[in-house]
């Protein structure tokens, strides 16, 4: 009879490990990871790329950032909600400049005759310099 209560009384306690691990945890961690979860949300929601949210908020966890945007994207998908575009976004400005055929054959026609000014401006400096 002892024997079954102390299995049963050793049975309570390991079930009830994991609650005990969270009655133990900090807060601030608990709160901190949620903040990351919403930013990962609201950065999915505002159309914005995961990347771009690592980058804006680089003192968050990427992992809950992660799991925010993965659960708001499926929500998203759910109900057929669009993004919203931010208020205060510029569109990104490109990378490079596109070159169309006029302008690459002026380009190159500008180099030309700007590496041929010094050459001709030397030997009318030198010509000066002899007379």
């Known amino acids: 009879m002892i024997a079954r209560i102390t299995l049963l009384s050793l049975a309570l306690l390991l079930a009830g490990c994991d609650n005990v691990e969270k009655?133990?945890?900090?807060?601030?961690?608990?709160?901190?990871?949620?903040?990351?979860?919403?930013?990962?949300?609201?950065?999915?929601?505002?159309?914005?790329s995961i990347e771009d949210c690592y980058a804006?908020?680089?003192?968050?966890?990427?992992?809950?950032?992660?799991?925010?945007?993965?659960?708001?994207?499926?929500?998203?998908?759910?109900?057929?909600?669009?993004?919203?575009?931010?208020v205060g976004a510029k569109p990104a400005a490109p990378a490079e400049e596109v070159i169309t055929e006029g302008k690459a054959e002026k380009a190159v026609e500008d180099t030309s005759k700007s590496k041929a000014k010094p050459k001709s401006a030397d030997k009318a400096a030198k010509s000066d310099a002899g007379h």
């Open 23 to 48: 009655l133990l945890a900090d807060p601030k961690v608990a709160q901190r990871e949620a903040d990351a979860k919403a930013i990962g949300g609201a950065c999915r929601h505002g159309l914005r």
């Open 56 to 86: 804006l908020n680089e003192k968050a966890s990427k992992s809950a950032i992660y799991a925010g945007w993965k659960e708001m994207d499926q929500y998203m998908r759910d109900n057929k909600i669009e993004g919203v575009v931010p």
